[in-house]
């Protein structure tokens, strides 16, 4: 295996051309390479700020492991921004722990072919009591065990925003089994293994790429819209707007069953977990708590029905759902 790391600011302002590895690289010709979603972190349904463990900044996954940790969507000040990005993730670790860091999840363990592969991302912060982290790439082809690891090396990190480079050889698929709806690529940046010093740290983070390329090429923008739309197929965060706000209508199937059907920006990566919060069924002018929440599916790709819960309802009547209190009222969630 080679992995090639690479120390160096690298258009750190946004420019169109830059260095590394002594190679040149434009930003022509590049759209559509970065297999990252929302690797500049400009898209935030769950919320800006996170203190558990569990998916924090739309598919980046805030692990403790023991540790006590805040990851936060930042805004770089105007004039600022790095590779073009407007927004970054700030991991504030106030007790380091080994495994302690960030982790993401590219569906399909094919996302990455046999051969060169690039990894890079920009990032700054001060390095857990061992002095570095690990930055770790493993193929999972189902469930949750490595099949291997391509990328296993460290990042030492300055004050300053760098951009850090990983360049490495992927092996064939032979021997692998087996494929499923499971199989992913986890790639980890975190307090190393060896590493169980509680001294605190933090990783500042943006830009981050993954390439079917033996060469780094600048980073690959994308819209809000278009990078929402990639997290949408798994997560999705219906919020009406605020307490007493129709959000949505439906139907009594019985008197302690009601439906509602959503529709769905896009269809989700599988059947995804339901949580409602936040929300109740208006019927008339009574109003009825939600005590559990199931999906019994759609006819279509791009819907979902929601089975409630609920006690008091009159049989076949019409009602609707709205907000009980500000804040995001339904979620639908298929991460891996």
Known sequence: ???????????????????????????????????????????????????????????????????????????????????????????????????????????????????????????????????????????????TTFFDTPLNSTLTLTSTWQRFVYTFDVASFSGMGTIDNTSQLYISIHQPAGDAGTAAWELNLTGVQLENAEKVSTFDQRTYAEELSLCQRYYNAFDGGGAGTKFGSGWAASTTVGMIQLGLPVPMRTTPTATIVNAQIWDSASQYNITAVSLTGGPYPGEQTLQLTTSGLTAYRPFSIRQSATGIAITLDSEL
């Open 1 to 143: 295996m080679s992995t090639i790391q690479t120390n160096a600011i690298v258009d750190a302002a946004g420019g169109n051309t830059a260095t590394v590895n002594g190679q040149n690289i434009t930003s022509s010709n590049t759209m559509g390479r970065n297999i990252i979603i929302n690797g500049d972190f400009k898209v935030a349904q769950r919320g800006t700020s996170f203190t558990s463990s569990g998916y924090s900044l739309d598919r980046w996954y805030h692990q403790l492991s023991g540790g006590t940790s805040t990851t936060s969507q930042q805004t770089f000040a105007l004039g600022s921004e790095v590779a073009g990005c407007s927004k970054y993730l700030k991991q504030a670790t106030s007790t380091g722990a080994n495994y302690c860091g960030l982790v993401y999840k590219v569906e399909d363990v094919k996302s990455i072919h046999q051969g060169k592969v690039t990894f890079s991302f920009y990032a700054k912060g001060t390095n857990p009591a061992g002095g570095s982290f690990t930055v770790r790439l493993a193929r999972i082809n189902t469930g």
